[in-house]
């Protein structure tokens, strides 16, 4: 199959595809669209943004073509040898995962719009980009010819995203003959020493860790946007990374650049060369389930952090405020209390990706680290700190390395291995179960020297169990914890707080609390279109305390 991508007028968004098929000997063919994209497990629906979806045969006569699923074509191409498809893709969004068009760039996650035969996924695929002669493009795929590249398969085709732009700044560095490449679309001002510096130590880590790199080199695309923003997705040989506001990135949003960066990279081991059996193969028609979430993301999001701690890039307490945003995202979410982990990874399916109902779901990236972190702790103290972690996971991508997935039962098993010790408890309480985490926490803290301490937030209204955002001048309740002051009082989601004790409210209501503390308290607000009032009783145990890590006895 070949693609081509071109455009005429990119502030409309609309990219042209044009798809060249090889039918010979075949009277119909399915065409799909790619359902979801590795490493969002949602459903995508790509095809609401196709229009003007036309078959031509390779002398211009139109084919019988016709949808048989939201996102896949049956077509009719008896006595034809090459089918010609061509359809225009809607490309406004523009995050890591997305495909966008505008005056400054086209940047194309081709699994979002490149359509595939189910029957052929091995073949190789081409990729041919029409763009102005002063533009540069930012891909892994292979360059073999005059703004032509090349894929393996459909699978290489789908994970290797491109940007093409005339302000691309570019740079690089190697490790263990790996050539690195920094991409950087957007407005931004890298320091470009202080970055390679800082990556060419993490990277090293890694390599060294895992004992090899999986791909002969890698690319990492980052989208820089003026306003915040924070988003990864991995590729098997680039990640694009979408980061924001420019004046921040080697500011102070610095240690995210590193920690996200991190944590992609990891990736390239975890989730794309060492994948569960529900992600091995991918199937790109439908949803591919896991109970590993805790591993993919939890093991990886731990992973990255701790590397830049153990490679020098970062110092302890950079180290201990990542395990501190952790430690407070954990214990302010109820569902810890109602759904595993393991339950919340097949789900990611379902509500993965957004709030979901009160205390439903748990995080397979916050209670993965978690249980991570509980596991690396019991190997290095049992093995009396001559295996960790790192060791484990080695061993499963000496085990796996692409060519087949690993079920649970493996990857539990080669904690044990390491460790010496059953790690049953951990499992059935944290990852299969909702038991509290706080004990195993704390005795992996131990180890390390440290422990947490609880303290009242500064924010009033979350001593009171109340989370809240201004919107719009109002301040408009986003989360409750269960059984606090605020959640006996009957506030719910998305009430808005206009006022307390007959005072109006401007974004203060915590300062108004501190003023009436020890005092009866309404709260005014409106639900529903209707106008109510709501007395606050007095704070309880069940508050969104801060959570901060201590040497012990320090």
Known sequence: MKYTF?????????????????????????????????????????????????????????????????????????????????????????????TFLDDNQLYV????????????????????????????????????????????????????????SDSLQHGEYEVAGIPFHIWFQGEVRPDWERLITDFTKFTQYQIDAFGGFPVDEFHFLFQIMPYKYYHGVEHQKSTVIALGPSYAV?????????????????HTWNVKAIRPNGLFPYDYKQENYTRSGYVTEGVTTYMGDLILLESGVFDEQQYQKEVEAYLTRHFHNGARNHY??????????????????????????????????????????????????????????EQTNQEKGYSEQQYKGLLEEFAGVSFDDIFDDLIYGTNKFSPYINKALKYRGLQFDIVNSENEAENYGLKLQTKHGTMVVTDILENSAAYNAGLLRQDKIYAINNFPLEGNLSEWLLYFKGMPIELSLKREGALISIQLPPKNGMRYFKYHLNKIGG
Not at 250 to 266: I, K, Q, R
């Open 6 to 98: 071109s455009y005429q007028q990119p502030h409309h968004h609309f990219i042209t595809i044009d798809v060249e098929v090889d039918t010979t000997q075949k009277e119909e063919i399915v065409l799909q669209l790619p359902a979801w994209r590795p490493g969002r497990y949602e459903l995508g629906n790509f095809a609401k943004n196709v229009r003007d979806f036309a078959v031509y045969s390779s002398e211009g006569k139109t084919l019988k073509s016709y949808k048989i699923t939201i996102d896949s074509w049956k077509v009719e191409c008896k006595d034809v040898d090459l089918v010609r498809v061509q359809y225009l893709y809607y490309a406004a969004d523009l995050n890591a995962g997305s």
């Open 109 to 164: 996650n081709p699994v979002n719009c490149c359509i595939y035969e189910p029957t052929d996924l091995s073949t190789k695929r081409l990729v041919e980009i029409k763009y102005p002669v002063d533009h540069q493009v930012a891909t892994s795929l292979k360059k073999v010819g005059e703004d032509l590249y090349e894929a393996e398969d459909f699978h290489e085709l789908a994970d290797s995203p491109f940007i093409v």
């Open 250 to 266: 080697f500011e102070s949003f610095y240690t995210e650049l590193l920690g996200v960066s991190s944590h992609e990279l990891y």
């Open 340 to 397: 595993s982990v393991a339950e919340s990874s097949f789900d990611t399916w379902l509500d993965g990706y957004e709030q979901g109902i009160p205390s439903r779901k748990t995080s397979i990236y916050v209670e993965g680290a978690l249980t991570a972190m509980v596991c690396d702790m019991r190997i290095r103290e049992a093995s009396n700190g001559k295996y960790t972690l790192h060791d484990a996971m080695r061993k499963l991508y």
